[in-house]
T-cell receptor, first 108, second 114 residues
Framework: QKEVEQNSGPLSVPEGAIASLNCTYSDRGSQSFFWYRQYSGKSPELIMSIYSNGDKEDGRFTAQLNKASQYVSLLIRDSQPSDSATYLCAVSDNQFYFGTGTSLTVIP | KAGVTQTPRYLIKTRGQQVTLSCSPISGHRSVSWYQQTPGQGLQFLFEYFSETQRNKGNFPGRFSGRQFSNSRSEMNVSTLELGDSALYLC?????????????FGPGTRLTVL
């Protein structure tokens, strides 16, 4: 069974701080990695995709991938209360596998 | 461009009944994937359809089935409903293969089985 592990949280950070979300995966053959954000009662929406080792930045979001360690992370800089949501890590080889998500609360 | 649409948004059924859920992907997208989301299990992959063919299937019983039409719209059917089938059912579309391309999710269908 291929697994994607995330710390379920809840993770609380003050407004303006950096939030760090982590994800590990079991399948070394995984090729594509995604971070989705899901607000309560809503469907997941894509934040970032990353395919190669290293960092990928998009605005306040930075995804980091380390295939050797089977580890992918998401950093949110200058966290805002509107970032409060559940963040889902997804890993893909021949199909998508999702983690159970990390709940993030940004405290004003 | 319109997003992924799912109908109905809410359903209440009783045990033993069957249900059909519908998903219309983003225009031009050929792949449709279905997921079940529950608080305890998270997002669980059901199956993926690409050009009317089931390309992948998750670990769900045969009561869960689906199909895709020539216009890429997809339906999912659950027969002999059980209480444990109560969940949010999400459909996601992608341009090409659902395993590598970004998936865009619909709003979901909330199914309650009584």
């Amino acid at each position: 069974q291929k697994e994607v592990e995330q710390n379920s949280g809840p993770l609380s950070v003050p407004e303006g701080a950096i939030a760090s979300l982590n994800c590990t995966y079991s399948d070394r053959g995984s090729q594509s990695f995604f971070w989705y954000r899901q607000y309560s009662g809503k469907s997941p929406e894509l934040i970032m995709s990353i395919y190669s080792n290293g960092d990928k930045e998009d605005g306040r979001f930075t995804a980091q991938l380390n295939k050797a360690s089977q580890y992918v992370s998401l950093l949110i800089r200058d966290s805002q209360p509107s970032d409060s949501a559940t963040y889902l890590c997804a890993v893909s080889d021949n199909q998508f596998y999702f983690g159970t998500g990390t709940s993030l609360t940004v405290i004003p | 461009k319109a997003g992924v649409t799912q109908t109905p948004r809410y359903l209440i059924k009783t045990r033993g009944q069957q249900v059909t859920l519908s998903c219309s992907p983003i225009s031009g997208h050929r792949s449709v994937s279905w997921y079940q989301q529950t608080p305890g299990q998270g997002l669980q992959f059901l199956f993926e359809y690409f050009s009317e063919t089931q390309r992948n299937k998750g670990n769900f019983p045969g009561r869960f089935s689906g199909r895709q039409f020539s216009n890429s719209r997809s339906e999912m059917n659950v027969s002999t409903l059980e209480l444990g089938d109560s969940a949010l059912y999400l459909c996601a579309s992608s341009l090409q293969r659902g395993d590598t391309d970004t998936q865009y999710f619909g709003p979901g269908t909330r199914l309650t089985v009584l």
